[in-house]
């Protein structure tokens, strides 16, 4: 049985490293070549205590009660379906509601004052800049780009990614649809004929979105919480903690 190295704060510490057992994959990680890394948006290159992901829960179920005539209780029902379904409540609402997507996202995210929110991270701006520039970064996610790019303006590393793949190119085919990482590996082999899934990192918040990524061959990390399932390869409680579980990476 291998070890996951997990990053979790305890109370009264800031940053506490400790280590679970848990069966990873057949080899671990160590030095294996990283060629691209893909970085999911919401509740990863922020931490979920932001308070944005609530509010943008909110303005889900306002959008739901507001334009659809759903109670309450039924739009947390049917956000929990269509999640577990789709992986997106959005299209669950397309699907059965002929909702139109930009009308949805200009409501549900444009209508957020990130700024409550979100303020410049420097910690986070430092650590990107110490990847090295050989490996690619891109913003993986299944917000619609104008959100991507509030956020990442907000957090000052808007010039530090090489793009974007969000929810308006890849639809119903978004995370954790395999088509999706086909897609995402499609636009991170620039002058390349083909990017093994073997050299990609995937940071993510949500394990269903990494263990559809470790089925076919990336390289994942939870952010935000830590788990023992195998499809994890290391557990971190803020995406700058990658640093300390793989320094390789910056060297």
Partial sequence: M??????????????????????????????????AIFFDLDNTLYPKSSGLSDEVARRIGMYMSEHLRFSPADADKARANYYKTYGLTLTGLMIDHKVDVHHYLDFVHGGVDLPKFLKQDQKLREMLMRIPKHITK?????????????????????????????????KEESKPRPQAYHSALRMAATGADTLPFEETLFLDDSLDNLIAAKALGMQTVLVGSK???????????????IVQVMPFLFD
């Fill in 227 to 241: 788990t023992d399932n195998p499809a994890v390869d290391y557990c971190v409680a803020d995406i700058t903690d």
């Fill in 138 to 170: 891109w913003i993986f996610s299944n917000a619609d780009l104008g959100h991507c790019q509030r956020v990442m303006k907000l957090l000052g590393i808007e010039d530090l990614m090489d793009g974007i793949l969000d929810y308006l190119i890849m």
């Fill in 2 to 35: 291998a070890s996951v190295s997990v990053i979790l704060p305890a109370p009264g510490d800031e940053h506490v490293s400790a280590s679970i057992p848990a069966i990873i994959t057949a080899q671990p990680l160590g030095r294996k070549k990283i060629s």
